[in-house]
């Protein structure tokens, strides 16, 4: 059911937890879902005031079909809402309507407006409205096809906020890696791998470690190659490109140990030698995560003058509107917006 009437708070200072704005994702996956369910968790309302960013007809479409019987708010404007127990709050950004046949399969109505609620929640956060957001998945093939030149989230957010100097870094299950490269084919790494890569991801990992509380940091940079390249035995990126990195970093003062083995440093990591582990390329720090979390992770966009988190799983079409996705994800990325949001 949906009504409005509510108590707005103009902005995000006003309150004593922050706002965070929940974009639903691509309407034919689970994005929906998990954003309600995250939105309803106690431990999100705990720590922040949280609303979700996206049609309300298909809000309310995803929530029949979960059998919710809460109450949807409708957002008519970019405000702060305090909207009551077992509520939902949505900022309505309007247009499109979803039926249980369109679910599961890419399209490219769903890719314009996925992107669309990435646009509002981002203007939202630039704006002061919203102290930070969290983005249920989209689909590529869907953002694709509706025209966006984009490999995801990530890029487009760098093209909203003007920054093309932004990286990712993953947490969860007490390992948090930031990736030097990101969507690149493995055979194209060691061409776009270059020292100020992997400065900038030592650099951006170190300045959000210490706003997490943590004061010095200390930092594992991996290897490229097996066993850290082995003197140059099996490839010299770690001597030509990783080390200077290293070196410039040390010389700045920061705590940075390598290149490194990677496949210790996780375990190092695990055992409490670092705070942070700066990965080479994709799969290099994803499959550590998302062995030990892979309910759990947490993807965070640095770099960005706004706060920006999501978990760290896709639309997962083949179990949309069945009632079957694991919020528990979503809701620490909310958490860890709200913390990050807290931090600033």
């Known amino acids: 059911m949906t009504k409005t009437g509510f108590e707005f708070r103009k902005r995000t200072k006003t309150l004593n937890k922050p706002l965070i704005g929940i974009t639903i994702g691509d309407p034919a996956g689970v994005g929906p ?3 309600l369910k995250a939105a309803l968790s106690g431990d999100v309302q705990g720590v922040c005031y949280p609303f979700l960013i996206g049609t309300l007809s298909i809000v309310e479409r995803h929530a029949e079909w979960l059998g919710m019987t809460k109450r949807i708010i409708s957002i008519p404007e970019a405000a702060g809402v305090l909207s009551g127990e077992g509520e939902i709050a949505v900022l309505d950004t309007g247009e499109g309507a979803i039926e249980k046949g369109d679910l599961g399969r890419a399209d490219g109505k769903w890719g314009k407006l996925s992107m669309s609620y990435v646009e509002r929640a981002a203007g939202l956060c630039l704006s ?3 102290a930070a957001m969290a983005t249920a998945p989209i689909c590529k093939e869907a953002i694709h096809a509706a025209g966006f030149r984009f490999e995801g ?7 909203l906020c003007g920054r093309d100097d932004f990286v990712m870094m993953l947490v969860g299950g007490g390992i948090r890696t930031v990736l030097a490269t990101v969507h690149v084919p493995l055979r194209s790494v060691p061409e776009v791998l270059t020292s100020r890569k992997v400065l900038n991801a030592v650099e ?3 300045a959000v470690l210490i706003r997490l509380g943590i004061e010095r940091p200390r930092i594992a940079v991996n290897g490229l190659n097996p066993h850290a390249g082995e003197g140059g035995a099996f490839g010299d990126e770690e001597a030509a490109i990783i080390s200077p990195a ?5 010389a700045m003062g920061l705590d940075v140990t390598g290149p490194l083995p990677p496949d210790t ?3 190092r990591m695990l055992k409490g030698e670092f705070d942070l582990v700066v990965s080479m390329y994709h799969d290099q720090g994803l499959i550590p995560l ?3 979390a892979f309910d759990m992770g947490v993807n965070v966009t640095l770099g960005l003058p706004i706060v920006r988190t999501s978990p760290d799983h896709g639309t997962a079409f083949g179990i949309a509107g069945r009632g079957k996705a694991d919020p528990a994800s979503m809701i620490e990325a909310v958490k860890l917006a709200a913390r990050l949001a807290g931090s600033m």
Request: glycine content about 14%; aromatic content about 12%; cysteine-free.
């Open 33 to 35: 879902e998990v954003a």
């Open 128 to 130: 002061g409205d919203i």
């Open 153 to 159: 989230h990530t890029d487009y957010l760098g093209s």
């Open 204 to 206: 951006k990992g170190n």
């Open 246 to 250: 290293i070196e410039e970093a040390g």
């Open 265 to 267: 440093s996780f375990w």
């Open 290 to 292: 998302k062995t030990i």
